[in-house]
């Protein structure tokens, strides 16, 4: 079990065991890189045991803290301050914790498990449990290995065939699941009982008076303390660069912690495919102006030699392309660094999704002519949507469709956002899915919550809560733990997540999109203003030679009967009809092939691969 998270921890690995329990775990040696940092760890009398993965950026002072209450050392490790912490404070350490992790904690007096997962799911943990065994582990290809049934969980899948990710704790696997964010685990071993508690959630928004200066003097102050504590580490550390507001703020702010005797390391990926759009331009520049350690890398391989490496590593399919040029950036700077800094968690903090603008606009009706809402609408050019929305005409006539249902369900908030931000529309689900697989619909979405007003906070606060963690913060973890390097995202410090929420909702999505971020970034960056375009995909060159292809080898009409998924005419329509909605056609075949590979490997073989060498022409 251990060995097949090897990518995960390169540098040691250990093991406890008694009469009752067996715990494992890799090391990727960040802060203290002796043996007296190697894991399974436990205190002076053996009494405590624990395994850990991620950092905890406060342990300097939680150390100070402990030592004066004559707490003895003997590594100098963030690791052995969460165990001589849950001597002092019990459970309630995590709370005093400023971090990301997901850990296991086995006390032997009381018998008992203590596991959790950081506030905002930046690290993964997931269980099995069936009364008779618990199981858990960073990812999920360990659990499999205990001979667990291994069985889709036809829920899930409809929900990532539809939003591309699983929300809440299903997994695609029946019976594995996720522990959620901000969530503790304990399992007492004398009674095999399982209890799950909350321990942390985004606060209610109590909007503070501050002036939009003073709001975006905070941010960055918070911002700056924050890259400061994920710069510290006992091995060289990096930061992505895409160009865009959120990396370049990072950047900038980690040159200034450096000062001049440090270079930053940067690093950036791009595409041969369309210069027009690709950001190493715009990166450079941000480079040059800072006078980084930049590196860059082009994606230029065949998908097909890729993407069943990429799903093995991910254990799950992921819709999005862009699992592609991570990976490939993972792989570069693990040449050069083991840590690496990102921008994740700015948008759903400061509101830079397109998505936010076009569904508050939209709920204001009256500013939408009676004629798009009408049955007329089918007839009405999609061009015409373009003046409501951002980017209909871009998404072709499927686009149009998805606008038609977002707008018919106004009046249902919940069900009119997932219209707008999922991939699929509810003709496309009517038809592409068999009667029996339809039974396997959510009954009922999860409503926003009311109290958390204006409308924005709601948006922000579901992205924040569904869609980050599983699907922006799961990409993140999974490239670069396979290339054995450590992601750590600043704008996720949970101060100034809990700080964002006092700020005013125009103060986020205003003039333009994370406009207190923007200010934040004036005085450090040029062209703080500027915005940012969608990260290319060569979708359409991908398509023609080698998705298309890939499809008809996989979805023939037996292959799909016997899966009971899919009508196959209506999955046939996605690659023959390509060209009229190349965005929307583009995503959805991605999704399904990725779909596809993944029963292959998981589910279909008798055995799971025990590394990622796989190849294509093994699963046609």
Known sequence: MISIIHHRGPDQGGLYTDEQISLGHRRLSIIDLSKAGNQPMSNEDGSVVLIFNGEIYNFKELRRELEQLHHRFSSDTDTEVLIHGYEQWGKDVIKKLNGMFAFCLYDLNKKKLLLARDRMGIKPLYYYFNQDQFIFASEIKPILLAEIPRQPDLAAAYSYLNLRY?????????????????????????????????YWDVPLPNLSNHSLGTAANNVKELLFDSIKRRLVADVPVGVYLSGGIDSATITALASQIKGEQESIKTFSVGFNHSEEVDELDQARKIAAHFNTDHHEITVDEEISDILPKLIWHLDMPHGDPVIIPQFKLSQLASQKVKVVLSGEGADELFAGYVQYKNFILAQKTRLIPSAITSPLAQTVPVKVFDKFFSYPSSMGEKGKEKVLDFINNLNNKEQSYQDLTSITSQKDRSYLFTENFKKFSPKQISKFQSERKPLLNQLLYHDI????????????????????????????????????????????????????LRKAAKDLIPNP???????????DHWYK?????????????????????????????????????????????????????????????????????????QLL
Do not use: C
């Open 545 to 617: 030679e080698e998705l298309k292809p890939l499809a008809e080898q996989f979805f023939t009409p037996k292959n799909v009967k016997k899966r009971g998924y899919f009508n196959h005419h209506s999955l046939k329509k996605i690659w023959d009809n390509y060209p009229s909605s190349k965005l929307l056609y583009g995503k959805q075949l991605f999704t399904l092939i990725n779909f596809e590979l993944w029963h292959r490997l998981f589910i279909d073989e008798e055995t799971i691969p025990k590394d990622n060498t796989t190849k294509m022409w």
């Open 166 to 198: 699983i929300p809440g704790e299903k997994t695609l696997f029946k019976g594995i699941k996720k522990l959620l964010p901000g969530h503790l685990l304990i399992y007492d071993l004398k009674t095999r009982e399982l209890s799950s508690d909350q």
């Open 529 to 539: 203003q500027t915005k940012k375009h969608a990260f290319f995909m060569p979708l």
């Open 465 to 516: 809560k569904k869609w980050l963690p599983n699907y922006v913060l799961f990409i993140n973890d999974r490239m670069t733990m396979a290339n054995s390097i450590e992601g750590r995202v600043p704008f996720l410090d949970h101060r100034l997540v809990e700080y964002s929420t006092t700020l005013p909702a125009k103060y986020k999505l205003g003039s333009t999109t994370k406009l207190v």
